[in-house]
């Protein structure tokens, strides 16, 4: 069976413009999750979906952030504008829905963002 | 709030034995462990959901101890494979919100 599917594996971009990250969870998870990872602030949870729908996006950076799902098979995270600062690695995740506290989460691959 | 893991770093000897521990200051509903590896995508593990549940797999096993909300992760007669980076995800809860939030990390390396 297919994982999690990111793309872009790598982005390179310049200051300013718009960035547009994809996942595909895997068939049958019903919730998923999107974490930033850099060295200074490890892994963090930025917004996370059940059956299609933002449960807590309290993790967004801030308003240049923004996530969409728009089926239970594709969700997208967008920055716009984006900034240097913004520059780290960006995992989907996804599991089975019906607690997810108690469910394992499978990451995708990720995606390695450098905004220049 | 980010749950702490120690040590921050460890280095073995293939066969030999570690524990890492992963302390939160907010009550636990659950304990997850993942390991990554270099360049690569967190893998999960093994979840605890009871306190003073205990679980293994192969030679990596956990215990849960819901009261001192802190969860160890013990990796016995480590091999190179073992190598990699662990991180708790812990679930609590805020304003009725359950809550997902991945521990410090720790990195291990096993030489030969």
């Known amino acids: 069976d297919a994982g999690v599917i990111q793309s872009p594996r790598h982005e390179v971009t310049e200051m300013g413009q718009e960035v547009t990250l994809r996942c595909k969870p895997i068939?049958?998870?019903?919730?998923l999750f999107w974490y930033r990872q850099t060295m200074m602030r490890g892994l963090e949870l930025l917004i996370y979906?059940?059956?299609?729908?933002?449960?807590?996006d309290s993790g967004m950076p801030e308003d240049r952030f923004s996530a969409k799902m728009p089926n239970a098979s594709f969700s997208t995270l967008k920055i716009q504008p984006s900034e240097p600062r913004d520059s780290a690695v960006y995992f989907c995740?996804?599991?089975?829905?019906?607690?997810?506290?108690?469910?394992?989460?499978?990451f995708g691959d990720g995606t390695r963002l450098s905004i220049l | 709030q980010q749950p702490v893991q120690s040590p921050q770093a460890v280095i073995l000897r293939e066969g030999e034995d570690a524990v890492i521990n992963c302390s939160s200051s907010k009550a636990l509903y659950s304990v997850h462990w993942y390991r990554q590896k270099h360049g690569e995508a967190p893998v999960f593990l093994m979840i605890l959901l009871k306190g003073g549940e205990q679980k293994g797999h192969d030679k990596i096993s956990a215990s849960f101890n819901e009261k001192k909300q802190q969860s160890s992760l013990y990796l016995t007669a480590s091999q190179l494979s073992y190598s990699g980076t662990y991180f708790c995800?812990?679930?609590?809860?805020?304003?009725?919100?359950?809550?997902?939030?991945f521990g410090t990390g720790t990195r291990l390396k096993v030489l030969a």
């Open positions: 995740a996804s599991c089975i829905a019906g607690g997810w506290s108690n469910q394992p989460q499978h």
């Open positions: 979906f059940n059956n299609n729908v933002p449960i807590d």
């Open positions: 995800g812990t679930g609590t809860a805020k304003e009725g919100t359950y809550k997902y939030i």
């Open positions: 068939s049958g998870h019903n919730s």
